[in-house]
């Protein structure tokens, strides 16, 4: 996990971005969590910019954001506090509407606990923890929160990392949210990966959903890695009927 870059990129990438394909409705971030952590004292950005040029046209719920022909995204910042430790937020969450009026969605609070050096370890674990102030346009709740444990094996040039993520909006255990995503990345070089990524919304623990009616996104995933900046570039494509049909997410990272 890096960070991203300025301004100007998150205008390069909104601009293209319609000529590909999409993220997915209510989505700022689609990235699974590797448990590398930014080195102790150095800060970095991660700018989320993810289009959906085929999702849904009705909101999820009265004046939410519609999916199709949206931008959605975050402004990360991070910074290393120890070795096993890593504080960041979310600001802003942004939408950029299909009307193009530029939204802002709310701000999210995060602490990142992993074993150190987890990009050189064959095996390597690690937990995340979200707390979201919403915007009534973005979702329902006011507050949310996530717990998003990393778990992780490395075999030579491959790595497969899940995430099986809970999300609350404190309505009690059983309401908790099983939205898991995970990872099989072949790394042809220090520089350069690609990969499979699998991201699922199953609902509440107490009442899952029907298949029909479940979250699964596919994406292809291309990863390159330079000196000054990261870059991680996806095509992804619904499975299922709730699922948006084409998803394209973009990540840009720049460690200060």
């Known amino acids: 996990m890096k960070a991203s870059r300025s301004l100007c990129l998150v205008a390069v990438i909104c601009s293209s971005l319609p000529a590909w394909a999409s993220a997915w409705a209510q989505t700022d971030e689609i990235q699974v969590y590797t448990g590398e952590l930014e080195a102790p004292g150095k800060a970095n950005l991660t700018i989320h910019a993810n289009y959906t040029p085929e999702g849904d046209t009705i909101a999820s719920f009265p004046g939410g954001v519609v999916a199709r022909g949206s931008v959605n995204g975050a402004f990360e910042w991070a910074y290393g506090v120890s070795s096993w430790f890593e504080a960041g937020t979310y600001l802003p969450v942004y939408t950029l509407t299909r009307d193009h009026r530029l939204q802002l969605d709310g701000v999210k609070l995060r602490a990142l606990f992993a074993v150190p050096h987890a990009e050189d370890r064959r095996f390597f674990y690690g937990v995340n923890f979200e707390l979201s102030f919403n915007s009534r346009a973005w979702d329902q709740s006011r507050y949310g929160g996530e717990i998003r444990p990393i778990l992780g094996t490395r075999s030579g040039r491959w790595d497969l990392i899940v995430n099986p993520i809970l999300d609350t909006s404190f309505k009690g255990f059983s309401r908790l949210d099983f939205a898991p995503c995970e990872r099989l990345a072949y790394n042809a070089s220090p520089r350069f990966a690609v990969a499979v990524e699998h991201y699922a919304d199953f609902g509440e623990l107490d009442h ?49």
């Open 208 to 256: 899952l959903e029907s298949a029909r009616q479940q979250e699964h996104n596919v994406f292809g995933v291309a990863d390159i890695s330079r000196p000054r900046f990261d870059l991680e570039l996806g095509l992804g494509f619904g499975l299922t009927q709730a699922s948006d049909k084409v998803v394209l997410k973009a990540i840009f990272a720049h460690a200060f």
